[in-house]
């Protein structure tokens, strides 16, 4: 796996790390390496040293600050004898960050890394208000292949069936977690919320549909309209990522004819009365009762926060705390 060192001016560079860490979850063959006020530039390299002599591979990329700036210049110096294999990127943002740790799953090269962080780090830049935006066609938008303009009912795009790339409970619903790891792990063309009470909620359904990675449009819709969705020929090149808050809309939602093989849970916050499962998932017995529905109606679980997580039995988890008796 590559080995990436984040380096900044002050302590930029560890805060971007836990933030990072927070999203995807801790990573191997990362350093956060800091240049601070009292140091020199033989300090942030002698960092840079034991940096990479504490990876367990030779390619290696550097993210750093500022193109030009003492970080960049000792990672630079180094960089000099290894170009075949080592890449610097300068500019660092969190989004680039974050793209970086996930390309790390199917790119084993720091030079394809750094190609592809690149875009994401420039899409990742947004403006309120809009029209302060200015327009660019970026790789984001041309990759999505839904049509652009209201179309007449009934007619049919592509095969006329909506694609669902993940269907997801997660009470916190469109938030960093989901908006990168998830979004890059799926690659939807479309982010929809499904829930009545968010979609009531005008302040809530502004703010989700702002937070929608670069490229990705983000709806939220009551269930009843969802089910009417999959039914749309009109949908037949979405891909969705779909974003439930509890395992009872779920039930609506297939019990409406809309297709689930499998539901992944990611977050379920806890509330009087529920019993904690595990450190992020909390339920009551109307939750268990959605979940023995689901599987009744052969959907399977996927218990895991972000995509790198290792997956997790639902049912073990339910009967380790006593909330079913499912076997």
Same mark, same amino acid.
């Given at each position: 796996?590559?080995?990436?060192?984040?380096?900044?001016?002050?302590?930029?560079?560890?805060?971007?790390?836990?933030?990072?860490?927070?999203?995807?979850?801790?990573?191997?063959?990362?350093?956060?390496?800091?240049?601070?006020?009292?140091?020199?530039?033989?300090?942030?390299?002698?960092?840079?040293?034991?940096?990479?002599?504490?990876?367990?591979?030779?390619?290696?990329?550097?993210?750093? *600050?500022?193109?030009?700036?003492?970080?960049?210049?000792?990672?630079?110096?180094?960089?000099?004898?290894?170009?075949?294999?080592?890449?610097?990127?300068?500019?660092?943002?969190?989004?680039?960050?974050?793209?970086?740790?996930?390309?790390?799953?199917?790119?084993?090269?720091?030079?394809?890394?750094?190609?592809?962080?690149?875009?994401?780090?420039?899409?990742?830049?947004?403006?309120?208000?809009?029209?302060?935006?200015?327009?660019?066609?970026?790789?984001?938008?041309?990759?999505?292949?839904?049509?652009?303009?209201?179309?007449?009912?009934?007619?049919?795009?592509?095969?006329?069936?909506?694609?669902?790339?993940?269907?997801?409970?997660?009470?916190?619903?469109?938030?960093?977690?989901?908006?990168?790891?998830?979004?890059?792990?799926?690659?939807?063309?479309?982010?929809?919320?499904?829930?009545?009470?968010?979609?009531?909620?005008?302040?809530?359904?502004?703010?989700?549909?702002?937070?929608?990675?670069?490229?990705?449009?983000?709806?939220?819709?009551?269930?009843?309209?969802?089910?009417?969705?999959?039914?749309?020929?009109?949908?037949?090149?979405?891909?969705?990522?779909?974003?439930?808050?509890?395992?009872? *809309?779920?039930?609506?939602?297939?019990?409406?004819?809309?297709?689930?093989?499998?539901?992944?849970?990611?977050?379920?916050?806890?509330?009087?009365?529920?019993?904690?499962?595990?450190?992020?998932?909390?339920?009551?017995?109307? *939750?268990?009762?959605?979940?023995?529905?689901?599987?009744?109606?052969?959907?399977?679980? *996927?218990?895991?926060?972000?995509?790198?997580?290792?997956?997790?039995?639902?049912?073990?988890?339910?009967?380790?705390?006593?909330?079913?008796?499912?076997?």
């Amino acid at each position: 796996m590559v080995g990436i060192i984040l380096a900044s001016h002050g302590e930029f560079a560890e805060g971007i790390l836990q933030s990072g860490s927070m999203i995807i979850g801790e990573q191997e063959n990362v350093a956060a390496v800091t240049l601070m006020p009292s140091e020199g530039p033989d300090d942030i390299r002698r960092k840079m040293e034991k940096a990479i002599a504490s990876f367990d591979t030779d390619e290696i990329l550097f993210i750093v *600050d500022l193109w030009g700036g003492t970080p960049f210049n000792q990672a630079n110096t180094l960089f000099e004898g290894n170009k075949e294999k080592w890449a610097i990127v300068a500019g660092m943002n969190l989004p680039m960050v974050i793209e970086a740790y996930t390309s790390r799953f199917s790119m084993e090269s720091a030079h394809e890394i750094a190609s592809a962080i690149i875009g994401v780090a420039q899409d990742s830049v947004k403006v309120r208000p809009e029209e302060l935006q200015p327009a660019t066609t970026g790789a984001s938008a041309a990759g999505n292949s839904e049509p652009n303009q209201a179309l007449p009912e009934g007619t049919v795009v592509g095969d006329g069936k909506i694609k669902i790339g993940l269907a997801r409970i997660d009470s916190r619903l469109l938030h960093g977690q989901v908006a990168t790891a998830w979004s890059k792990d799926v690659n939807p063309t479309r982010i929809i919320v499904v829930s009545d009470n968010v979609a009531k909620d005008d302040l809530r359904r502004s703010l989700i549909t702002q937070a929608a990675p670069p490229g990705v449009k983000a709806n939220v819709v009551p269930v009843d309209k969802m089910i009417e969705v999959f039914k749309d020929p009109r949908f037949g090149k979405t891909k969705a990522l779909l974003l439930f808050e509890n395992p009872t *809309d779920v039930v609506r939602v297939v019990e409406g004819g809309v297709e689930l093989e499998e539901v992944n849970v990611g977050s379920m916050a806890h509330s009087e009365g529920k019993v904690m499962i595990n450190n992020v998932l909390s339920v009551d017995q109307k *939750d268990v009762d959605a979940f023995e529905t689901l599987k009744k109606h052969g959907v399977k679980f *996927d218990v895991r926060k972000v995509p790198a997580d290792q997956r997790k039995n639902m049912w073990d988890l339910l009967k380790k705390s006593n909330m079913t008796r499912t076997v």
